[in-house]
């Protein structure tokens, strides 16, 4: 397998576990949405409007060599409706541009400034996955929360989209 067949497979798994979690995400009450759920962002609004504002960022780095400076709690929508309807679009746009890129673009570098103002300079590949594993990490901080809750957690894992793939095929 190359990079753009395992990233096209990251980008396919980041829109599905995302769709994944805001359909369990669904039934919780406002309450349980706005309360501090002892997250890294407290609340589940707050992580997922991290999770917006994260993908946004990296996107803007990757796809068009943007350096979105904003604080990593900023958020960005106030309504629950318009935060999830906004996180469902940004993770959608990962595959489409993944199928863009030419094989030797992973040979190389992704450079952007940080919020601090530092300039940095990474490998392209491993600075990608990170984009997909930090999703991954708050999906999973969410999921305790819906169990928390008293909710069924939504399973998650790679290897489960996978399975429904293959059983589609």
Do not use: C
């Amino acid at each position: 397998m190359h990079f753009a067949e395992y990233f096209a497979g990251l980008a396919r798994y980041h829109a599905w576990a995302t769709h994944t979690l805001l359909a369990a995400l669904a039934p919780l009450s406002d309450d349980a949405w706005h309360r501090d759920a002892g997250l890294y962002f407290h609340s589940v609004h707050g992580t997922v409007n991290h999770l917006l504002l994260t993908d946004r960022i990296w996107f803007g780095r990757f796809a068009r060599g943007e350096s979105i400076r904003m604080p990593l709690d900023a958020e960005i929508h106030a309504e629950r409706d318009a935060a999830v309807a906004a996180l469902a679009d940004a993770v959608a746009a990962w595959r489409p541009w993944v199928g863009t890129l030419e094989a030797t673009r992973f040979d190389g570098e992704l450079r952007y400034t940080r919020n601090n103002g530092e300039q940095v300079r990474l490998p392209f590949t491993p600075a990608l996955g990170h984009v997909f594993n930090h999703a991954t990490h708050h999906r999973g901080q969410l999921s305790a929360a819906i169990t928390a809750a008293g909710l069924p957690g939504p399973e998650m894992d790679w290897i489960s989209l996978q399975q429904v793939e293959a059983k589609a095929a």
